[in-house]
């Protein structure tokens, strides 16, 4: 805590003339959120403990009237009776296709896909199998669907048939049974209106006619891709899902709900999307909430909320889902939105007397357990948890700013405004303290802490893992817990496990993650070749240089590359990384490039680029670049910051040490000033920062002729 406090002190000292500055400070600190124990039982079905009881429970629900069960479809996966693959996508998509069909009339309520699929993981039901009526009754009682609607497709003769029943799930009566036919190589989707028209019979709406391309979109392509992202997503895998999400706009750029989906798994995918100036996401939430007068009520408020957060409308954006949850305290989508509000929210609100962010880490805590709960699927909400509990448990960047009032953007507030910083601890919980306060907490206090919740945190992935083992997203963040617990080859194993399987998300830069590892571990040649392949791939160009996470593989990089005496390399960082910085932020290059150069060689950044890399790494990598500064031109960006290097790492050195690094920068600004006279003023500096380091060399300094006042 300490040192997040100097962190705090040092930063907003250092930069309070820089806007730019500051700007970056809370980027990083917001992008590392935005992107929380219980037993380490569960379910079979990965769900939370009780198992049986919730059955139990759902046997005293008690069913509405008959007319009211008739307008509460419950449409279950169809079978695949031909078992060909061209149709097995149906299995999984009849619901939806019934569901937007149905889902437009507001008399008519269908059961969503997000509350459907959890119930039938939680009830033992494969997809595409007969269930029995028993099992149709306990996911009756939990979702609500009380005309239940099971079905089959069928290919013969040239031929597609969709068969369809709706059965009243307390009588076990059918009330209706349709079925329609197209063409093998048609459009399968008039099928299911014409069913759905006859299913309304079963609400007493009959006559009533659908058309479900219109409600979605005129392309089967782009329908299927939508389909297919839906499962991705589901599965964790959300990279493939946003590759599909994007097939289906492509294919139709008037599809509303693959624009809804696409936004969200988007953000997930990549965090730091929300703090880029004209990110894609911006530009799906856009499109998804001009075309939201075609999708559902619940889907079209939802997709606003999402628009709104972009917008910095923080304060409409909670209305709308704080409403739908009221309306439906199971809608986990709105859950799920509503939970990461609580995480992106941070408008300063007056509580007890005291000032504090409007969001709660609790809230997304509590409300992310709830998501799981309802769905053990929605596996995102596992790293969720996972990081709000790192994040008190000392992972990087370890502050939360705060904000008057809202925008004209979520990007506006960082830009614009000068916050108030809290600090996250866990103690009896979650809790936010003002960064003013945080100095008066004791040491061994705060180490306590800290490690508590980094054993939430291992708690929370322990249980992912045994949710699913195979999700390459839970090796990452449990390689993140185990570096902060100090296991470097534990952490470095699961980071390779992580790399096999695939990672799913871009919340880190995996490369130059296993990098930085090796480097700690001691490993320090091999983690400079990898370096050097990384900038010979120019990776580090290509990282943008927002989220604490992924900074630190330059950060590394550089001090790697000057350890090396590779001026050439370490300035390329740099330069990189001023170029994202520009780019993301929409600032002014040059203000960009100054303000990278800051960060990466310590100089304004000052306990972030501390925090980041070990002092023995650094008082290394400093005294081999003072020894060859000499082979470097004057205007190398990194020699240019060796200065400011020398005056933020000596103070950390032991005396011998210290004096030892004085001595080399003095006989480094003699060598430059007399091989060419336009590093002189790059010497007077080195030799002014050695005096302060070092006063018995004042008099050496004084003397010579080139740093006369």
């Not at 699929?117 to 609500?144: K, N, Q």
Request: net charge neutral; hydrophobic share 50%; glycine share 6%.
């Amino acid at each position: 805590m300490r040192r997040v406090v100097e962190f705090l002190e040092g930063s907003l000292t250092d930069l309070h003339t820089s806007r730019s500055a500051r700007t970056v400070l809370l980027l990083c600190a917001c992008s590392a959120r935005a992107a929380v124990p219980l037993a380490a039982q569960q379910c079979p079905d990965g769900s939370p403990p009780p198992c049986e009881a919730r059955a139990r429970a759902a046997a005293r629900v008690k069913p509405p009237a008959p007319s009211e069960r008739g307008r509460h479809f419950l449409v279950l996966p169809f079978r695949n009776l031909s078992h060909t693959p061209d149709l097995e996508w149906l299995v999984e998509g009849s619901p939806t296709l019934l569901g937007d069909a149905l889902g437009r009339w507001q008399e008519i309520a269908v059961v969503p896909d997000d509350r459907l699929f959890p119930a039938l993981r939680r009830s033992g039901v494969v997809a595409g199998s007969v269930v029995e009526p028993a099992r149709v009754r306990r996911i009756a009682e939990e979702t609500g669907g009380w005309t239940a609607v099971t079905g089959e497709v069928l290919a013969t003769a040239g031929r597609v048939r969709v068969s369809a029943r709706a059965t009243d799930v307390v009588t076990g009566r059918v009330l209706v049974s349709a079925a329609a036919e197209v063409g093998a190589a048609e459009d399968v989707r008039p099928a299911y209106e014409r069913v759905g028209a006859d299913l309304l019979r079963a609400s007493g709406l009959a006559g009533e006619t659908l058309d479900l391309a219109a409600a979605t979109t005129h392309s089967l392509d782009a329908y299927r891709a939508y389909i297919r992202g839906l499962g991705h997503y589901r599965h964790a895998e959300y990279r493939r899902a946003e590759e599909a999400f994007l097939e289906a706009v492509r294919l139709d750029s008037s599809f509303a709900q693959a624009y809804a989906a696409l936004t969200g798994t988007a953000l997930f995918s990549s965090p730091e999307l929300i703090l880029v100036a004209g990110s894609p996401a911006y530009r799906y939430a856009e499109r998804a909430a001009a075309l939201a007068s075609r999708l559902p009520p619940d889907r079209r408020d939802r997709a606003r909320a999402v628009y709104d957060i972009l917008l910095g409308h923080l304060s409409e954006s909670r209305s709308i889902l704080e409403r739908l949850v009221a309306r439906d305290s199971a809608d986990a989508d709105a859950l799920e939105a509503l939970a990461d509000l609580e995480y992106l929210d941070m408008i300063l609100v007056t509580v007890g007397g005291r000032q504090r962010p409007r969001g709660s880490l609790n809230a997304a805590a509590r409300l992310s357990k709830r998501v799981l709960d309802l769905d053990p699927a929605r596996r995102n909400r596992y790293l969720v948890l996972a990081q709000v509990y790192d994040m008190a448990g000392g992972d990087l960047p370890g502050i939360l700013p705060a904000f008057r009032e809202e925008g004209a953007s979520f990007l506006d507030m960082f830009k614009n405004q000068v916050p108030r910083v809290f600090v996250p601890v866990l103690r009896d919980s979650l809790e936010v303290v003002p960064a003013e306060a945080a100095r008066a907490f004791a040491p061994e206090s705060v180490a306590v802490w800290q490690q508590n919740a980094r054993d939430i945190a291992r708690t929370w992935v322990g249980r992912w893992l045994v949710a699913s083992p195979g999700d390459a997203e839970a090796h990452r963040e449990l390689a993140r817990i185990e570096e902060l617990d100090g296991h470097i080859p534990a952490a470095l194993r699961s980071l390779a496990t992580a790399e096999s399987l695939g990672v799913e998300t871009r919340w880190e830069a995996v490369a130059a993650r296993r990098m930085v590892l090796l480097a700690k571990m001691g490993r320090v040649a091999e983690a400079r070749r990898l370096a050097d392949s990384l900038a010979s791939a120019t990776y580090f160009d290509s990282v943008a240089p927002i989220p604490s996470l992924k900074l630190e593989g330059p950060v590394w990089a550089f001090q790697l590359f000057l350890l090396g005496g590779d001026f050439v390399r370490a300035e390329a960082v740099l330069s990189g990384q001023s170029r994202g910085l520009a780019t993301a932020l929409g600032a002014d290059s040059a203000v960009a490039f100054a303000f990278a150069g800051g960060i990466l060689a310590g100089a304004g950044f000052r306990p972030y680029y501390l925090t980041v890399v070990p002092v023995a790494l650094r008082l290394e990598a400093l005294d081999s670049a003072l020894a060859g500064v000499g082979r470097a031109p004057p205007t190398n960006l990194a020699a240019r910051a060796l200065p400011q290097m020398l005056r933020l790492t000596a103070p950390g050195a032991d005396p011998p040490a210290r004096a030892r690094l004085a001595a080399r920068a003095l006989d480094a600004a003699f060598g430059l000033a007399a091989r060419d006279p336009a590093a002189i003023p790059l010497a007077r500096q080195l030799a002014a920062v050695a005096v302060q380091a070092d006063g018995a060399l004042a008099a050496r300094a004084a003397a010579a002729p080139w740093n006369a006042p």
